[in-house]
């Protein structure tokens, strides 16, 4: 049975960092893409970035580009997403998801962990 569980959100002041983890369970991560999305109520949720091909490559959406990193440890079937610089604009619910090896933001999404709330205040 497929499982995510995001966490490590939390509330941070515009400039501050958070690393969020996503454990997955019932799959290897280092057979699929792993991405990071993030929603904020009353708009469609936004992809944030991939962790492809085992964690060979990452891909980000331009806005995060160079504040966000996305890595990925195989052995404890994590991901994490690293955010530095955080801005207000950021806030949102954080969520992995899980897409066929090179499918990338392409999808199918057939799984989604919980989520986890990122605030940034300015």
């Known amino acids: 049975q497929v499982q995510l569980v995001e966490s490590g959100g939390g509330s941070v002041q515009a400039g501050g960092s958070l690393r969020l983890s996503c454990v997955a369970s019932?799959?290897?991560?280092?057979?699929?893409?792993m991405n990071w999305f993030r929603q904020v109520p009353g708009k469609e949720r936004e992809w944030v970035g991939t962790?492809?091909?085992?964690?060979?490559?990452?891909y980000y959406r331009d806005s995060v580009r160079g504040r966000f990193t996305i890595s990925q440890d195989n052995a404890k079937n994590t991901v994490y997403l690293q955010m530095n610089s955080l801005k207000p604009e950021d806030t949102a619910m954080y969520y992995c998801?899980?897409?066929?090896?090179?499918?990338?933001?392409?999808?199918?999404?057939?799984?989604w962990g919980q989520g986890t709330q990122v605030t940034v205040s300015s």
């Open positions: 998801a899980p897409t066929p090896y090179g499918r990338g933001r392409l999808g199918p999404f057939n799984y």
């Open positions: 019932g799959f290897s991560i280092s057979s699929y893409d």
């Open positions: 962790s492809a091909t085992g964690g060979r490559s990452t």
